[in-house]
């Protein structure tokens, strides 16, 4: 028996401005700058971090950390989230401010 996943398509505006923001990784002490058009997973990924991750389509969750602070976007469901200590998929969503992660 297997099972298999369609992912829901990441949205990506290609007219939307293309901006860059500070993320934080408080357990390891590292500042890096990424792109609000991009997953944070993949993001952190391209600069040689490597959280813990599985699907990457936002379904097993096994790559969700604290957001501590900042504001988020869903890229499959465009919904932004500015809440502070809450779960974050890394995965599907991409910054869209500043963000501090406990990574």
């Known amino acids: 028996m297997s099972e298999s996943f369609t992912p829901m398509a990441l949205s990506i505006d290609e007219n939307a401005e293309v901006k860059t923001f500070t993320v934080t990784l408080t357990k390891s002490n590292r500042i890096v700058e990424v792109s609000n058009n991009k997953p944070l997973l993949k993001a952190l990924q391209e600069q040689g971090i490597n959280p813990p991750h599985g ?5 097993c969750n096994t790559c969700s950390c604290e957001k501590l ?7 499959q469901n465009k919904s932004v989230c500015g809440n502070n200590n809450t779960a974050l998929r890394l995965c599907v969503n991409a910054a869209q401010g500043p963000v501090s992660l406990d990574l």
Do not use: P
């Not at 699907?55 to 379904?59: A, E, K, S, V």
């Not at 602070?69 to 890229?75: A, D, I, L, P, S």
């Open 55 to 59: 699907c990457g389509m936002g379904i």
């Open 69 to 75: 602070t900042g504001t988020t976007q869903n890229m």
